[in-house]
């Protein structure tokens, strides 16, 4: 069932809980709600200064994904303009193990050591890099997108 929130006109503030439209309401156009005073005469006199507005529900939040494969994360790396600078830094950390990592493994995890220290590099937070892992996890299979 479709919400509306009710509306003060004069001072644009929401009056309640979105919920369903007085039953008097019902058929009335979007824009007529958004306005009681402009289009329905005489107005009662509880809808005076009043509208009500469509309510939607924002979506509910995309999940951050625990990884993403190794093509996707090089290529959105590759994307920003940081492949280079990501894979610099592999070079000359010395860390032999990260290096394998990186050229043979199947995925990038969020929780991995080497992420945080590559989020720190890039100045990133963390509710940017889980934005980055969510875009990332995004990127379809070769020649999709």
Do not use: C
Request: charged content about 25%.
């Amino acid at each position: 069932m479709p919400r509306y929130q009710k509306i003060n006109l004069a001072t644009n503030e929401p009056i309640g809980e979105p919920g369903p439209l007085p039953d008097a309401l019902f058929g009335l156009a979007d824009d007529t709600l958004a306005d009681l005073s402009r289009d329905i005469d005489p107005v009662p006199v509880e809808w005076v200064g009043i509208g009500f507005i469509y309510f939607d529900d924002p979506p509910p939040p995309v999940p951050v994904p625990s990884a993403v494969d190794l093509r996707q994360a090089k290529l959105k790396l590759y994307r920003e303009g940081v492949l280079d600078t990501v894979e610099s830094m592999i070079t000359s950390s010395g860390d032999v193990e990260v290096a394998i990592e990186w050229t043979t493994a199947r995925e990038v995890r969020r929780d991995h050591p080497f992420v945080n220290a590559a989020q720190l590099i890039l100045g990133k937070t963390n509710a940017e890099m889980d934005q980055w892992f969510i875009e990332a996890s995004q990127i379809g299979p070769m020649g999709s997108n």
